[in-house]
């Protein structure tokens, strides 16, 4: 079966870590470039990270820049999300997503994890 | 940075409707396009990719057009799964989505 599953959420102090997971099965996880987005309670959806298939070039949105860390290990299908220095404004349910191609919009999500940033 | 604009905010319409749905983009994106589908508690859903081609699966109800800056996602006939929040994306330099539009029943 095609899914992604993620874990590592959950309740964390402001300025602690996190570092979430993202397991891909069904697919050539290497072949495929891969995404952390992000939703805020009642809010919209917010991208947060790219890695490319091969590991090599990452990009984050200004939110995540200096503080968040995408990283692969294709050798075991999994997806990392290394969150430091957490504040507030980052709790929110976190989705992994593939690209359906290169730079192709995403075809396939998980279920989400969420992460609660509080005291 | 290309801002994503979604209206309207809430759009109320009965099952059978047609459904309307804006994106503009703050400069052209081409057809760099996608739709996605969210309801509460689940994932989102891709719909349409390149402003206009259906997603795996997805039924001939859900239509896109557009190109440039202005894109239209269209339901043909609201059928009751169909309430739920929608959300454009581009990529330019990196991914950014619109806020989204809720279709609520009237």
């Known amino acids: 079966e095609v899914q992604l599953l993620e874990s590592g959420g959950g309740l964390e102090q402001p300025g602690g870590s996190l570092r979430l997971s993202c397991s891909g099965s069904?697919?050539?996880?290497?072949?495929?470039?891969m995404n952390w987005v992000r939703q805020a309670p009642g809010k919209g959806l917010e991208w947060v990270s790219a890695?490319?298939?091969?590991?090599?070039?990452?990009y984050y949105a200004d939110s995540a820049k200096g503080r968040f860390t995408i990283s692969r290990d294709n050798s075991k299908n999994t997806l990392f999300l290394q969150m430091n220095s957490l504040r507030g404004e980052d709790t929110a349910v976190y989705y992994c997503?593939?690209?359906?191609?290169?730079?192709?919009?995403?075809?396939?999500w998980g279920r989400g994890t969420l992460v609660t940033v509080s005291s | 940075e290309i801002v994503l604009t979604q209206s309207p905010a809430t759009l109320s319409l009965s099952p059978g409707e047609r459904a309307t749905l804006s994106c503009r983009a703050s400069?052209?994106?081409?057809?760099?396009l996608a739709w996605y589908q969210q309801k509460p508690g689940q994932a989102p859903r891709l719909l349409i990719y390149?402003?206009?081609n259906r997603a795996t699966g997805i039924p001939a109800r859900f239509s896109g057009s557009g190109s440039g800056t202005d894109f239209t996602l269209t339901i043909s006939s609201l059928e009751p799964e169909d309430f739920a929040v929608y959300y454009c994306?581009?990529?330019?330099?990196?991914?950014?989505f619109g806020q989204g539009t809720k279709v609520e029943i009237k």
């Open positions: 400069q052209s994106i081409s057809t760099c």
């Open positions: 069904g697919f050539t996880f290497n072949s495929y470039g």
């Open positions: 390149d402003a206009s």
């Open positions: 997503a593939k690209e359906g191609g290169y730079k192709q919009p995403f075809d396939l």
């Open positions: 890695i490319s298939g091969s590991g090599l070039n990452t």
């Open positions: 994306q581009q990529r330019d330099s990196w991914w950014t």
